[in-house]
């Protein structure tokens, strides 16, 4: 969709940068003409139409894939109680037997923000299209300024056009894995007897951010969110009874206690 967009705009652009080519004869170009110039202000409302029409798209794409996540955070989180618990089979099953499901629709209403007029949505419907023309138009301004060539200012023209994208799909992938995260917690408050509260676990990788690591390791109520950054990874463990919470003489489930910390030392 986003590819169609720059389709689009590329006959506007083509037209800017002619015009461009054609002030260039005399020397350099003055900044304040290029501002002035009625191609660029086309192009600037052309972008902004067009990115508009694509974040209704964007929009509609981020609406489906989070309404999957509330439904795939729904059965995941009871995978990760069932794996939690000590593991014997009759009294696990006896524990998960109490387990309230949750309607992935009174999930997604509690949670709001892909309501049509949630600052998330609204964003992305009001402020994408206006965000990068007024990009595109800056980035044009300094290359001019700089003393760039036509081609090179086309090229940067190109580069911004793309930050549009790259910021409705950081929107996408936060959106969805922020909806996943809370459905999963909302399970586990409505699970109080089984889930006592979570630990943060984040992805340990090469990518993992510093603050992710230090929070590694921490325990949490199930009042507590899990505030992560754009395109963060970590998750909730669920920190579940145990036998000896329900009187029994069975020696308690090995934890797993290492933190963040301990992993990058």
């Known amino acids: 969709a986003y590819g169609s967009v720059y389709q689009r705009l590329q006959g506007q652009i083509n037209a800017l940068i002619a015009e461009l080519d054609r002030l260039a004869l005399g020397g350099s170009v003055p900044v304040w003409r290029v501002g002035k110039l009625e191609q660029l202000q086309g192009l600037r409302r052309q972008i902004e139409a067009e990115v508009n029409r694509y974040a209704a798209i964007a929009g509609n794409e981020i609406e489906q894939g989070s ?3 509330i439904v795939a955070s729904q059965q995941d989180a009871l995978d990760l109680v069932k794996a939690s618990l000590p593991g014997v089979t009759e009294i696990d099953n006896g524990i998960i037997s109490q387990w309230n499901r949750l309607n992935p629709q009174a999930v997604e209403s509690m949670l ?3 309501d049509e ?4 949505m609204a964003e992305l419907r009001d402020n994408l299209g206006k965000v990068v023309a007024g990009l595109v138009a800056a980035k044009l301004l300094e ?3 700089l003393g760039y060539n036509p081609r090179k200012v086309a090229g940067l023209i190109r580069q911004q056009l793309g930050l549009g994208l790259m910021s409705s799909l950081r929107t996408a992938r936060t959106a969805q894995l922020y909806a996943y995260r809370e459905a999963t917690r909302a399970s586990y408050l409505a699970n109080p007897e089984i889930v006592k509260g979570w ?3 984040s992805a340990r990788d090469a990518r993992t951010c510093m603050a992710c690591l230090a929070m590694d390791g921490t325990r949490h109520t199930n009042d507590e969110t899990l505030n992560d950054h754009h395109n963060g990874k970590c998750v909730m463990v669920p920190t579940v009874i145990d036998y000896a919470d329900l009187g029994l003489d069975v020696p308690r489930r090995v934890e797993q206690t290492d933190t963040g910390e301990d992993w990058f030392r």
């Open 67 to 69: 309404r999957l996540a």
């Open 112 to 114: 709001g923000f892909l």
């Open 117 to 120: 007029d949630s600052p998330l």
């Open 143 to 145: 290359g001019i300024t």
């Open 199 to 201: 630990t943060w676990r």
